[in-house]
Nanobody, 119 residues
């Protein structure tokens, strides 16, 4: 089992920046692919970004490319999402998720952190 806890959300003006963090409870982070998703009320959850275990490969939704950066510190069992600049349409609850080694789908999810962006 892996528990994921997000932090760093909060109100921000359009054009501003935030860095979200996701801390994993598991003693070892080894082999886990990590990702960020978001969901606005009334909409489906959508993919934002993904990073491989080594951090050597990253993937982004077209809507955030060039503005968001995913990274990880395996020594701290933590994944980050740097968001800059934020737009009003970035408003959502952001979720951290993990893919267990050998699995092909995300099987662990955090509780989410809210990011309201005012125009």
């Amino acid at each position: 089992q892996v528990q994921l806890v997000e932090s760093g959300g909060g109100w921000v003006q359009a054009g501003g920046s935030l860095r979200l963090s996701c801390a994993a409870s598991r003693r070892t982070f080894s082999g886990y692919v990590m990702g960020w998703f978001r969901q606005d009320p009334g909409k489906e959850r959508e993919f934002v970004a993904q990073i491989t275990w080594t951090g050597g490969s990253t993937y982004y939704a077209n809507s955030v490319k060039g503005r968001f950066t995913i990274s990880r510190d395996n020594a701290k069992n933590t994944v980050y999402l740097q968001m800059n600049p934020l737009k009003p349409e970035s408003t959502a609850v952001y979720y951290c998720a993990a893919v267990s080694p050998g699995r092909s789908e995300y099987d662990f999810w955090g509780q989410g952190t809210q990011v309201p962006v005012s125009s």
